[in-house]
T-cell receptor, first 109, second 115 residues
Framework: GQNIDQPTEMTATEGAIVQINCTYQ??????LFWYQQHAGEAPTFLSY??LDGLEEKGRFSSFLSRSKGYSYLLLKELQMKDSASYLCAVMDSNYQLIWGAGTKLIIKP | GAVVSQHPSWVICKSGTSVKIECRSLDFQATTMFWYRQFPKQSLMLMATSNEGSKATYEQGVEKDKFLINHASLTLSTLTVTSAHPEDSSFYIC???????????FGPGTRLTVT
């Protein structure tokens, strides 16, 4: 079966750095997405990786290793507004998004 | 970026009635639209995928006669929850893509409460 694993919840301190990991087992691979979702709102796109390596976009970076079925989202200089759920999703061989359950990130002052 | 709207943003209806939710892509042509449901503290659950002008493809376990999806144009898809029950209360989110193999742009979601 297809499976996406990410931690349920993480806590970090304002101004610090946090890494949210995601491992996957899917039928084929056509890219990995990270989305941010605040409570009661729809997800918003953060990043897309289809090749191995690190993609940096401001305070957020996303890394992919296809051979390991592994990705992480790195958030730097954490701000209180970064408190949200972070969803990892993989597009399989049928171009269908397989969603992880999300990681709830709690930022403390 | 691409903008997707949903209407209404929230709705309360009585058990047994039907509710229609609209999803529109405002500044691009969405060849593919997706409908998701999300229960509290859970991840997104794909309900169906629809391509403009063709019948929607429903995920296993989703009743196509209960959740009617129409993708009549490249900018509009509708989800009708028929004979709603309290267990249908959920957050319904649509997303749209210009290509099936590309980024999905999400609407703001519709919170449905069935009393």
């Amino acid at each position: 079966g297809q499976n996406i694993d990410q931690p349920t919840e993480m806590t970090a301190t304002e101004g610090a750095i946090v890494q949210i990991n995601c491992t996957y087992q899917t039928s084929g691979f056509n890219g990995l997405f990270w989305y941010q979702q605040h409570a009661g709102e729809a997800p918003t796109f953060l990043s897309y990786n289809v090749l191995d390596g690190l993609e940096e976009k401001g305070r957020f970076s996303s890394f992919l290793s296809r051979s390991k079925g592994y990705s992480y989202l790195l958030l730097k200089e954490l701000q209180m507004k970064d408190s949200a759920s972070y969803l990892c999703a993989v597009m399989d061989s049928n171009y269908q998004l397989i969603w992880g359950a999300g990681t709830k990130l709690i930022i403390k002052p | 970026g691409a903008v997707v709207s949903q209407h209404p943003s929230w709705v309360i209806c009585k058990s047994g009635t039907s509710v229609k939710i609209e999803c529109r892509s405002l500044d691009f042509q969405a060849t593919t639209m997706f409908w998701y449901r999300q229960f509290p503290k859970q991840s997104l659950m794909l309900m169906a995928t629809s391509n403009e002008g063709s019948k929607a493809t429903y995920e296993q376990g989703v009743e196509k006669d209960k959740f009617l999806i129409n993708h009549a144009s490249l900018t509009l898809s509708t989800l009708t929850v028929t004979s709603a029950h309290p267990e249908d209360s959920s957050f319904y989110i649509c997303s749209a893509s210009g290509r099936a193999d590309y980024e999905q742009y999400f609407g703001p979601g519709t919170r449905l409460t069935v009393t």
